[in-house]
């Protein structure tokens, strides 16, 4: 057996302990056998081998979930903020307990580096608990509108979730949390690209003891699970992240029963370099960030902008970092990039390398094919791309793998206004010695979120996107609200009631 095929026997003991659950839905408190009898395969990238297969849900599995979140709604909307923050702790611990087997799953089926699917993956996901907990703790369910009236924020009720494939966890724990504390009840339909993952968390969240029908997951495909969770009448409210296009779908039918719709979607974010910086750093900092995840990002800083007068040492950063980068099996400790998720993703990063080319842009490093020494396994080659056209489609559409496009530009306002020609507009980075001027780049962006010279982003800070990016937030106190209806209490003097739900 080759180096590349060793992650699922090399973690054989998580496989083994999450494959009954692969066939049973999480519904009502219970694991529950499907009603159906389709089923995905589940394929390990590095190896290109099936190594288990998941059921996928029908409409009549789907309908199932939703009645008992229904019915459990009617009294969860009630659970006091105390009894949420209590699930929340609890959810917080039992993953803490099995943050090892997670990472191991995400390796298996997601192809992440065991390094990051520990220090990224996982331990993320325990950061937003602390974050929920703080927001859930200072959140204001009922204030003062004026002397005399009051503004209520009351749960919307049963939530559809439905979650992507490439920060699994994250983008599960994202969703859950927030409806919990907002005092939802929910429907999680993941993606059934990695279906594990979501499998121990649903797991996780019962070892969480939660009330029957609070939680609920289901496995399947958008097209038949999805469409059913989100066409539902008796959803309240979808919250979805995955492609643009998926979410424009997902909008359009949620719109037949005037659903609420969150979506967290597409992006190509430009990273701006002015001349006044510290080149290297600056560009090691946006290769990696770009390259991280084996670029399987929606927030990766996939087109550098370069001030000319630096632009080719900038190249030639970029090439050497580029060629640098390891590549390797999911299973091996150190900072390498592991394998693209599957057949369909890494066909697409082949073809939009293969249009990079026939569009006339420079190809420095990287091009079509498996690196050096991988005949096996979802590798893509880490590429970089120079003399790239704004115009171009590997500077407008979503690759969503380890290729980067560097683009020159002269002035402040070329830099703006090149980074804003794009349909996207979920994040941007700014490199400047000048903080004045980074300020001002980054109030002139149409974007989401702005990280100037690598700041962090801050912890329970709102995650989302402007234009085809998305709507609406994820994360923190702006996430909870995402889940809440606001009603108004407008009374009469003689009848005026005091602030008496904390919720």
């Given at each position: 057996m080759n180096v590349e095929s060793r992650t699922a026997m090399v973690y054989a003991e998580s496989l083994q302990e999450i494959r009954p659950y692969l066939n049973r839905f999480f519904i009502n408190g219970k694991w529950e056998a499907p009603i159906g009898d389709a089923t995905h395969p589940i394929i390990d990238p590095s190896s290109e081998c099936e190594i288990a297969r998941c059921s996928m849900a029908n409409q009549a599995d789907v309908f199932r979930a939703v009645e008992a979140a229904r019915s459990r709604f009617e009294s969860f909307q009630f659970a006091s903020r105390d009894d949420r923050l209590s699930a929340i702790s609890r959810f917080g611990s039992a993953f803490q307990m099995n943050a090892t087997a997670m990472s191991e799953l995400l390796a298996i089926e997601l192809g992440a580096p065991i390094d990051l699917a520990k220090d990224g993956h996982c331990d993320v996901v325990l950061a937003h608990v602390v974050d929920f907990m703080r927001?859930?703790?200072?959140?204001?369910?009922?204030?003062?509108?004026?002397?005399?009236?009051?503004?209520?924020?009351?749960?919307?009720?049963?939530?559809?979730?439905?979650?992507?494939?490439?920060?699994?966890?994250?983008?599960?724990?994202?969703?859950?949390?927030?409806?919990?504390?907002?005092?939802?009840?929910?429907?999680?339909?993941?993606?059934?690209?990695?279906?594990?993952?979501?499998?121990?968390?649903?797991?996780?969240?019962?070892?969480?003891?939660?009330?029957?029908?609070?939680?609920?997951?289901?496995?399947g495909t958008g097209p038949e699970a999805g469409s059913a969770l989100v066409g539902h009448p008796d959803v309240a409210m979808v919250s979805f992240t995955g492609s643009t296009r998926a979410g424009k779908s997902v909008a359009a039918l949620a719109a037949q029963n005037v659903t609420r719709v969150a979506t967290e979607l597409g992006g190509k974010s430009a990273n701006i370099l002015f001349e006044d910086i510290d080149l290297p750093e600056a560009v090691q900092r946006g290769v990696t960030y770009c390259f991280e995840n084996s670029g399987q990002s929606c927030d990766a800083p996939t087109r550098m902008f370069v001030q000319r007068s630096r632009y080719e040492d900038a190249v030639a950063l970029a090439t050497t970092i580029a060629e640098n980068q390891k590549v390797g099996p999911p299973c091996e400790n150190g900072n390498h990039i592991g394998p693209l998720v599957n057949s369909t993703q890494f066909d697409h990063v082949q073809t939009m390398i293969q249009k990079g080319i026939s569009e006339g842009a420079r190809l420095v490093t990287g091009g079509l094919g498996r690196p050096v020494g991988h005949n096996?396994?979802?590798?893509?080659?880490?590429?970089?791309?120079?003399?790239v056209s704004n115009e171009m489609a590997i500077a407008q559409e979503e690759i969503f793998g380890p290729v980067l496009v560097i683009i020159p530009f002269d002035t402040e306002e070329e830099a703006i206004r090149?980074?804003?020609?794009?349909?996207?507009?979920?994040?941007?980075?700014?490199?400047?010695?000048?903080?004045?001027?980074?300020?001002?780049?980054?109030?002139?962006?149409?974007?989401?979120?702005?990280?100037?010279?690598?700041?962090p982003i801050p912890d329970g800070a709102p995650f989302g996107g402007y234009?085809?990016?998305?709507?609406?937030?994820?994360?923190?106190?702006?996430?909870?609200?995402?889940?809440?209806?606001?009603?108004?209490?407008?009374?009469?003097?003689?009848?005026?009631?005091?602030?008496?739900?904390?919720?």
């Open positions: 927001a859930l703790s200072d959140f204001r369910f009922e204030e003062r509108f004026d002397d005399i009236s009051i503004l209520r924020h009351e749960p919307i009720g049963v939530c559809g979730l439905i979650t992507p494939w490439n920060w699994p966890p994250n983008q599960i724990a994202l969703k859950v949390l927030a409806a919990l504390a907002a005092g939802c009840t929910m429907v999680l339909k993941p993606s059934e690209v990695t279906p594990m993952s979501a499998a121990l968390f649903a797991k996780i969240v019962e070892e969480s003891d939660l009330p029957p029908g609070v939680f609920n997951m289901v496995q096996e396994g979802y590798y893509a080659r880490p590429t970089v791309f120079a003399d090149l980074a804003n020609e794009s349909q996207y507009g979920l994040a941007a980075y700014v490199e400047s010695a000048d903080m004045n001027r980074a300020a001002r780049v980054a109030s002139k962006l149409r974007v989401g979120t702005v990280r100037i010279n690598g700041a234009k085809a990016s998305g709507v609406g937030r994820e994360g923190g106190r702006h996430g909870i609200a995402e889940f809440q209806q606001v009603k108004t209490v407008a009374q009469s003097v003689s009848s005026q009631l005091s602030l008496c739900r904390t919720q």
